[in-house]
């Protein structure tokens, strides 16, 4: 019995590694899928951090799309010049200390308290060196080399947006990478890379 768990959880462990260039399909969640960014405030503020990164650390964003409790996007590094995984878990720690104190400081959040609390009581339950915890463990990463080996279309963010039934068209959607007016300065890749 112990063995086939062993067995099963070195697959599992497998799947969700980042190398530390590639390109992959990777989600942050908000701890308890809590919706937080149903206010432009915080989604503005996740897009600076986005951008930061894409600045500063290398960051190569191809499409993303903000949900209220998820950012799922395409994204790598530039070879051999930064470590996804660093940028990411960078990229985490910033918005999510922002973030927060955005929602402290925000004078017409109705949500203020129940939101602290909320992370509060997760930081008590996964961390015993903060007063507050944002954003769940892990990326959840694909990697879409796989993709490519298997001849197979690249799964999309945008197509979580129609599924979840946020937007009917993701050009409407100002907090994707399918809209004209989005303020994510994304990669342009060489032309076949992505479909």
């Not at 942050?28 to 919706?35: K, P, Q």
């Not at 395409?74 to 927060?100: C, F, M, W, Y």
Request: hydrophobic share 35%.
């Amino acid at each position: 019995m112990i063995l086939t768990k062993v067995c099963y959880l070195l697959p599992m462990t497998e799947m969700y590694k980042i190398q530390p260039d590639g390109l992959y399909f990777v989600t942050l969640t908000v701890v308890g899928g809590i919706d937080v960014f149903t206010r432009h405030e915080y989604c503005d503020l996740l897009i600076d951090n986005l951008n930061y990164c894409i600045e500063h650390k290398r960051l190569r964003v191809y499409e993303y799309a903000i949900l209220p409790s998820r950012l799922h996007m395409i994204a790598g590094v530039e070879q051999g010049r930064s470590n996804l995984p660093k940028v990411l878990r960078d990229l985490k720690s910033t918005s999510a200390k922002q973030i927060l104190r955005a929602i402290a400081e925000h004078p017409t959040e109705a949500r203020k308290e129940w939101l602290l609390r909320l992370f509060q009581f997760f930081a008590n339950r996964y961390q015993n060196d903060s007063e507050h915890h944002f954003w769940q463990f892990g990326n959840q990463p694909v990697d879409l080399e796989k993709f490519v080996k298997k001849d197979q279309p690249f799964p999309s963010p945008l197509d979580s947006l129609m599924k979840e039934r946020i937007v009917d068209n993701p050009l409407h959607y100002l907090y994707c990478s399918a809209c004209p007016g989005q303020k994510v300065r994304l990669f342009q890749p060489d032309p076949g890379i992505l479909p």
